[in-house]
């Protein structure tokens, strides 16, 4: 569907983890067209003159029936910190659903680092609804970064594998374990968290000759395609749009060599 | 009344899309009503495609951003053969201005007279001041260069021929009189200034480029004075450009003597900031005095 640009009222918000909040907004529009593993861009708009700040791209976390659209916010830096700090009846301005999402047509293992998770979560929920498999593996570096475990199988009433660096949560390890370990080798596997990760993962997944679709980060302007600020490496060496192309791309299509360019 | 006749043609709003912020205008095309703007100014087209920069391409500052997008674009070919069409297809009432960038004149003079025969634009703005590319900085900082470049294009068209300018001079003056008497049609200002951000856990610059533009809320004050600076120096017309995201700022600068202005960065913010500026405009020239924008003008009293 064409992105819309819609005032989202913050309906609630819970500290989920260390500087961490999921948020749920009330805009039934981009709720209902939105599809896993589409983003939109979140910020304030132009109205306070006091106030600058360029919309952030967040992976959809989740849609409700009710209109509800659910956004998981770790705060980094001056932004994310302001993001994380609205409050409930507050509005936001959303842009999306944006970019291309995740397949939904066939089993799926999904690997997520850190906010990762989130677009999983939505995936998680779609695959319940449509009475696919999923299985959830999620990595944190430690035990106070997790992302409560009993809230997310609410969610998406799938009980995720939790690995921390230092082993304070779930089993100590990385999330590439868990697939070296015991891993459903006819589903799609698919990925989303910090770059090191979906390099390890990629090649991971060209080893054992699977499919792995990434969501990919990049800064990003706009959102929309005009800026040409989110690029990421394509396999034909060309600059790709993360934004329209993206975010979530075919491994096999981008240079993990090269994805960063220095 | 916000209509004028500027560079020979009907704007039915002082307000445009500043290049590098509305790609080829079809990109923007789901989110706002082009048409109900004065037009639009292209991304940077070169004589061949350029692939750009290795990213981080953009970054936040406190009231703005930087970037080092690096020109990216598909040369002269490609947009005469895939961006142009949409542009001429689509668009009736706005007016497209296509920028032009180049590594040498003989660059700059092939794409104007690769353009000139080309339906679906009005004019050129010339870019002679984007601080992304190696060199990219020489036309607009060197008087002498400058004013070759210039005459060489003149030479090439007779559509309107927009100059913009770089603020990375003493005094944006002394450029704004090369470009009048080497025959340019007007000038824009301002782009963007060279800038700088440290991501200081890993000690390296953020942008992949090291250094990129800052623009935004920022330089709202600069691009005003370049403006007024521009008109004091010369009889062209000016484009104002630079941090520009509501209908006063805009009008900061049409009272400081722009004709025109262009909405840029404050569009990644609100993709509707253009028209909304535009709007505002003609809700403030109805309460003025004048009812006409063309009177408003340079009207700054600055006695």
């Given at each position: 569907?064409?992105?819309?640009?819609?005032?989202?009222?913050?309906?609630?918000?819970?500290?989920?983890?260390?500087?961490?909040?999921?948020?749920?907004?009330?805009?039934?529009?981009?709720?209902?067209?939105?599809?896993?593993?589409?983003?939109?861009?979140?910020?304030?708009?132009?109205?306070?003159?006091?106030?600058?700040?360029?919309?952030?791209?967040?992976?959809?976390?989740?849609?409700?029936?009710?209109?509800?659209?659910?956004?998981?916010?770790?705060?980094?830096g001056?932004?994310?910190?302001?993001?994380?700090?609205?409050?409930?009846?507050?509005?936001?301005?959303?842009?999306?659903?944006?970019?291309?999402?995740?397949?939904?047509?066939?089993?799926?293992?999904?690997?997520?680092?850190?906010?990762?998770?989130?677009?999983?979560?939505?995936?998680?929920?779609?695959?319940?609804?449509?009475?696919?498999?999923?299985?959830?593996?999620?990595?944190?570096?430690?035990?106070?970064?997790?992302?409560?475990?009993?809230?997310?199988?609410?969610?998406?009433?799938?009980?995720?594998?939790?690995?921390?660096?230092?082993?304070?949560?779930?089993?100590?390890?990385?999330?590439?374990?868990?697939?070296?370990?015991?891993?459903?080798?006819?589903?799609?596997?698919?990925?989303?968290?910090?770059?090191?990760?979906?390099?390890?993962?990629?090649?991971?997944?060209?080893?054992?000759?699977?499919?792995?679709?990434?969501?990919?980060?990049e800064h990003?302007?706009?959102?929309?395609?005009?800026?040409?600020g989110?690029?990421?490496?394509?396999?034909?060496?060309?600059?790709?749009?993360?934004?329209?192309?993206?975010?979530?791309?075919?491994?096999?299509?981008?240079?993990?060599?090269?994805?960063g360019?220095r | 009344?916000?209509?004028?006749?500027?560079?020979?043609?009907?704007?039915?709003?002082?307000?445009?899309?500043?290049?590098?912020?509305?790609?080829?205008?079809?990109?923007?095309?789901?989110?706002?009503?082009?048409?109900?703007?004065?037009?639009?100014?292209?991304?940077?087209?070169?004589?061949?495609?350029?692939?750009?920069?290795a990213p981080h391409r953009v970054a936040e500052t406190?009231?703005?951003m930087v970037n080092a997008?690096?020109?990216?674009?598909?040369?002269?070919?490609?947009?005469?053969?895939?961006?142009?069409?949409?542009?001429?297809?689509?668009?009736?009432?706005?007016?497209?201005?296509?920028?032009?960038?180049?590594?040498?004149?003989?660059?700059?003079?092939?794409?104007?007279?690769?353009?000139?025969?080309?339906?679906?634009?009005?004019?050129?703005?010339?870019?002679?001041?984007?601080?992304?590319?190696?060199?990219?900085?020489?036309?607009?900082?060197?008087?002498?260069?400058?004013?070759?470049?210039?005459?060489?294009?003149?030479?090439?068209?007779?559509?309107?021929?927009?100059?913009?300018?770089?603020?990375?001079?003493?005094?944006?003056?002394?450029?704004?009189?090369?470009?009048?008497?080497?025959?340019?049609?007007?000038?824009?200002?301002?782009?963007?200034?060279?800038g700088m951000v440290v991501d200081t856990a890993s000690r390296r610059p953020l942008i992949g480029n090291r250094s990129g533009?800052?623009?935004?809320?920022?330089?709202?004050?600069?691009?005003?004075?370049?403006?007024?600076?521009?008109?004091?120096?010369?009889?062209?017309?000016?484009?104002?450009?630079?941090?520009?995201?509501?209908?006063?700022?805009?009008?900061?600068?049409?009272?400081?003597?722009?004709?025109?202005?262009?909405?840029?960065?404050?569009?990644?913010?609100?993709?509707?900031?253009?028209?909304?500026?535009?709007?505002?405009?003609?809700?403030?020239?109805?309460?003025?005095?004048?009812?006409?924008?063309?009177?408003?003008?340079?009207?700054?009293?600055?006695?």
């Amino acid at each position: 569907m064409e992105p819309l640009r819609r005032r989202a009222r913050l309906l609630s918000g819970r500290l989920v983890a260390r500087d961490t909040w999921w948020m749920e907004f009330d805009c039934p529009e981009i709720a209902a067209g939105a599809l896993p593993g589409q983003f939109v861009m979140l910020g304030k708009g132009l109205g306070d003159p006091l106030t600058w700040m360029l919309p952030r791209p967040f992976s959809v976390g989740l849609t409700r029936p009710g209109g509800q659209v659910g956004i998981l916010i770790r705060a980094y830096g001056e932004g994310s910190r302001a993001l994380c700090r609205v409050r409930e009846g507050d509005s936001l301005v959303m842009l999306g659903p944006l970019g291309r999402g995740f397949s939904t047509d066939q089993p799926a293992e999904c690997v997520a680092g850190g906010v990762g998770l989130a677009p999983f979560i939505f995936l998680a929920d779609w695959y319940r609804r449509h009475d696919l498999p999923v299985r959830l593996i999620y990595g944190e570096r430690d035990g106070g970064a997790v992302f409560d475990p009993g809230f997310i199988a609410r969610l998406t009433g799938c009980e995720p594998e939790i690995f921390t660096e230092d082993g304070s949560h779930g089993r100590r390890g990385r999330v590439l374990e868990a697939l070296s370990r015991d891993s459903a080798a006819n589903s799609l596997l698919m990925g989303c968290g910090p770059s090191g990760m979906l390099r390890a993962l990629a090649e991971h997944a060209v080893r054992v000759g699977r499919r792995l679709e990434v969501s990919v980060e990049e800064h990003m302007g706009c959102g929309v395609g005009t800026c040409q600020g989110c690029v990421v490496r394509g396999a034909g060496g060309d600059w790709i749009k993360s934004c329209i192309a993206g975010p979530v791309f075919d491994a096999a299509d981008l240079d993990w060599d090269r994805a960063g360019g220095r | 009344m916000i209509e004028q006749r500027v560079f020979g043609a009907w704007f039915r709003s002082p307000v445009l899309l500043a290049s590098g912020t509305c790609g080829y205008g079809q990109e923007y095309a789901d989110l706002i009503d082009l048409e109900s703007l004065g037009g639009l100014v292209t991304k940077a087209v070169s004589l061949e495609p350029r692939p750009g920069n290795a990213p981080h391409r953009v970054a936040e500052t406190a009231g703005g951003m930087v970037n080092a997008i690096g020109l990216e674009n598909p040369g002269l070919a490609g947009f005469i053969a895939t961006k142009l069409p949409w542009l001429r297809d689509n668009l009736s009432k706005a007016q497209v201005l296509v920028n032009v960038v180049g590594r040498s004149v003989d660059d700059y003079a092939a794409v104007v007279r690769g353009l000139d025969g080309e339906d679906g634009f009005l004019g050129y703005e010339i870019n002679v001041s984007c601080p992304n590319v190696k060199g990219g900085t020489m036309f607009g900082t060197n008087p002498a260069a400058l004013a070759e470049l210039v005459r060489r294009i003149r030479g090439e068209t007779d559509r309107p021929l927009i100059v913009k300018l770089t603020p990375n001079v003493a005094d944006v003056g002394e450029f704004a009189m090369v470009c009048e008497e080497e025959g340019a049609d007007g000038l824009s200002a301002i782009n963007t200034f060279p800038g700088m951000v440290v991501d200081t856990a890993s000690r390296r610059p953020l942008i992949g480029n090291r250094s990129g533009g800052v623009s935004g809320p920022a330089i709202l004050p600069m691009g005003v004075h370049a403006t007024w600076r521009a008109r004091q120096c010369s009889s062209l017309p000016v484009i104002g450009v630079g941090g520009i995201r509501s209908a006063l700022d805009a009008m900061q600068y049409i009272m400081a003597g722009a004709c025109l202005v262009q909405v840029g960065t404050a569009s990644f913010v609100d993709p509707m900031a253009a028209v909304r500026v535009s709007e505002g405009l003609a809700a403030l020239v109805e309460a003025a005095p004048e009812r006409s924008i063309g009177d408003l003008v340079g009207s700054l009293d600055d006695a």
